[in-house]
């Protein structure tokens, strides 16, 4: 019983982790039409950064650093190689993001090298908790509560400014946020750097609870491609379900049937498409055309 | 007959290329990367019917590539000791994968078709990874074996040595560019560049334009099928690596850096650079991987459309059939 309520637990962080992930590679899928492949590198950028801040000022201080300077990355990334790219060929977007991907996971290699580091957790967040019958990890809890803070910041941005509104007009159709006089290139530029910077938060809060390696990236990839089929392009709320669809699809089926863990997401993901095609909050857009 | 006509032809040159080539590269002992580099060709013209003609963004095509060496492997091993019903078999397993795949793809363009396929051959690598009992998981399915051709019992031919190899794979080949060449000028060849030209436009006159899309898919299917049965001979073996997603851009760079998207021959030029460049920057660094990237973003920001159409090398292929196209789409702007 306490097993499975462990993994019940881990699914849900998990998740939520996903979530955030997933948030940050739909905005920019949403605006630029662009599918981010190196949405899983700047997690990984995240992560070392934090790494090598965290020795000079402390756990706090790099929390919010590292995903700033990732976020600054990602506005570069954008102003000087995606922006070449819009309302080309899906593909280009694909292929550019895709090299991007191999030269960060490389650099990675190159700067800190292809051995395993573990990021420390903050000190009041070492040691299980004691929660009834089960011993869980409190850096676990610490990580779920920040994926909710920066989930309902997300919310807040998306559903509370004049930006979400434009955002989520973007999903719908780019060329008529034009028309109506809206600075797409500053709104893209920012999205972007926004998005970098949500893969780069996720990758410091992540990780403590994984190894630092430079393939940490690559891995994360995917989960976040699935949440958004699942959960559908566009909906803030898909992301969420999508997410922890995801993670609990993980976490569950390692108390089944481990070999599955990694192959269950799919597994859902056919169904999901096979029943909505669009996934679960998925609306008509113009990305399908 | 004009002889000279069809000695100028490309198709003749690059079969005539690929033939003599072995002149070159057996002195300088790399026959297993001309052979590869057929294979690629191979597998990147397949695929550029699905990319190119039909313009379907594929990201997911190492898919059928993985699982043709796969289902090699499982008939060899299971069910004849030999290479053509193996390959018969592989081929025809991936047009059923493909099949499948574009009953959910079909229907879909853009992004969210790109999106899919990346899910989808994502899938398939775990599937491989895992399943060990029949893939063999991370040790890849050993002990592929170059049994000889043989004929209706007639006659037989050896192909364990690299050169007797290279020979069947240019066979090959050259059935394959012959296909894919007739298919493009075939009827249901412009109908695929319809589709890409614009979806709505080819449904309105008439085309069942979803079947269409599932054709195309199932044809460069087969064609991955075909070309990882061959890598699987080449290799002796199958391994779940070509099919996980950090590979799959290598046969749309192909298709790319050549000119694939305007020009008919543009994966042949591809492939060729792409192993070149691979196996030069592998021996000279560990991080061929960086160099890679660097290529592609290149590449995409400075040469998206490829060395033939940078160059605007020769008028064959997509690019002859965008200008025959033009006329009949001009007459029909109204049907919007």
């Known amino acids: 019983m306490a097993e499975i309520l462990a993994q019940l637990f881990n699914g849900i962080v998990l998740g939520l982790l996903f979530g955030v992930m997933a948030l940050g590679f739909m905005m920019i899928l949403s605006v630029m039409e662009v599918i981010n492949f190196g949405h899983g590198a700047l997690f990984a950028l995240g992560a070392y950064f934090a790494l090598t801040l965290q020795k000079f000022v402390g756990y706090w201080p790099?929390?919010?650093?590292?995903?700033?300077?990732?976020?600054?990355?990602?506005?570069?990334?954008?102003?000087?190689?995606?922006?070449?790219?819009?309302?080309?060929?899906?593909?280009?977007?694909l292929l550019l993001t895709l090299g991007l991907a191999m030269i960060f996971e490389e650099i990675i290699r190159i700067i800190w090298g292809k051995a395993g580091y573990s990021l420390s957790a903050p000190a009041f967040a070492a040691g299980p908790i004691n929660l009834g019958n089960l011993w869980y990890s409190k850096y676990l809890l610490f990580l779920a509560f920040l994926s909710l803070i920066l989930l309902f910041l997300v919310w807040i941005f998306l559903e509370k400014t004049p930006y979400g509104a434009i955002i989520k007009a973007g999903v719908s159709d780019s060329e008529m946020v034009l028309a109506l006089g809206k600075n797409l290139d500053r709104l893209r530029t920012l999205v972007f750097g926004l998005g970098a910077a949500l893969a780069g938060i996720a990758g410091v809060i992540a990780g403590p609870m994984w190894s630092l390696k430079p393939t940490m990236g690559t891995e994360i990839l995917m989960p976040s491609f699935v949440v958004v089929v699942i959960g559908g392009i566009g909906s803030f709320w898909g992301a969420i379900i999508g997410g922890l669809i995801v993670g609990l699809s993980k976490s569950l089926s390692i108390l089944v049937y481990p070999r599955m863990s990694e192959l269950a997401m799919y597994f859902i993901m056919a169904i999901v498409l096979v029943l909505r095609p669009r996934g679960i909050m998925g609306e008509k857009s113009l990305l399908e055309e | 007959m004009d002889v000279s006509r069809y000695i100028k032809h490309p198709l003749f040159l690059t079969l005539f290329f690929f033939f003599i080539a072995p002149v070159a590269v057996i002195p300088l002992g790399g026959m297993s990367l001309a052979i590869e580099v057929m294979i690629w060709v191979i597998f990147a013209m397949g695929f550029n019917i699905l990319l190119g003609y039909t313009g379907l963004p594929s990201f997911g095509h190492g898919l059928f590539f993985g699982s043709g060496a796969y289902l090699f492997g499982l008939f060899q091993h299971h069910v004849i000791k030999g290479v053509w019903i193996p390959?018969?078999?592989?081929?025809?397993?991936?047009?059923?994968?493909?099949?499948?795949?574009?009953?959910?793809?079909?229907?879909?363009?853009?992004?969210?078709?790109?999106?899919?396929?990346?899910?989808?051959?994502?899938?398939?690598?775990?599937?491989?990874?895992?399943?060990?009992?029949?893939?063999?998981?991370?040790?890849?399915?050993?002990?592929?074996?170059?049994?000889?051709?043989?004929?209706?019992?007639?006659?037989?031919?050896?192909?364990?040595?690299?050169?007797?190899?290279?020979?069947?794979?240019?066979?090959?080949?050259?059935?394959?560019?012959?296909?894919?060449w007739k298919l493009i000028y075939s009827p249901l060849g412009s109908v695929f560049y319809a589709i890409k030209q614009n979806e709505l436009r080819a449904k309105y006159l008439g085309y069942n334009t979803p079947f269409v899309k599932w054709l195309s898919w199932i044809i460069s299917g087969a064609f991955g099928g075909l070309a990882g049965s061959l890598h699987a001979l080449l290799t002796h073996g199958a391994f779940a690596d070509p099919i996980h997603w950090t590979r799959s851009g290598d046969v749309v760079m192909m298709v790319i850096i050549g000119g694939g998207l305007t020009n008919f021959f543009g994966p042949v030029l591809g492939a060729i650079i792409f192993i070149a460049l691979r196996d030069i920057f592998s021996t000279i660094t560990e991080h061929w991987y960086l160099f890679y990237g660097l290529l592609i973003?290149?590449?995409?920001?400075?040469?998206?459309?490829?060395?033939?159409?940078?160059?605007?090398v020769g008028k064959s292929g997509a690019q002859e059939s965008l200008e025959e196209l033009k006329p009949a789409s001009l007459d029909l702007k109204g049907v919007e």
Not at chain 2, 129 to 152: C, H, K, S
Not at chain 2, 301 to 307: A, R, S, T, V
Request: proline share 3%; with cysteine; charged share 10%.
């Open chain 2, 87 to 180: 390959l018969g078999g592989s081929i025809l397993g991936c047009a059923i994968i493909a099949a499948v795949l574009a009953i959910f793809l079909a229907k879909k363009r853009g992004i969210y078709h790109a999106l899919l396929t990346i899910a989808f051959t994502q899938m398939f690598f775990f599937i491989a990874f895992q399943w060990d009992a029949v893939t063999g998981g991370e040790n890849g399915l050993m002990g592929i074996e170059r049994y000889p051709l043989t004929f209706f019992g007639l006659f037989n031919i050896k192909i364990e040595s690299s050169v007797g190899l290279y020979y069947f794979v240019f066979a090959i080949l050259a059935v394959s560019i012959i296909f894919l």
């Open chain 2, 297 to 312: 973003v290149v590449i995409i920001m400075f040469m998206p459309e490829g060395i033939l159409g940078y160059f605007k």
């Open chain 1, 62 to 93: 790099a929390l919010i650093l590292a995903p700033v300077f990732v976020g600054l990355l990602g506005l570069v990334i954008e102003r000087f190689a995606i922006r070449r790219i819009y309302g080309k060929d899906p593909l280009f977007g």
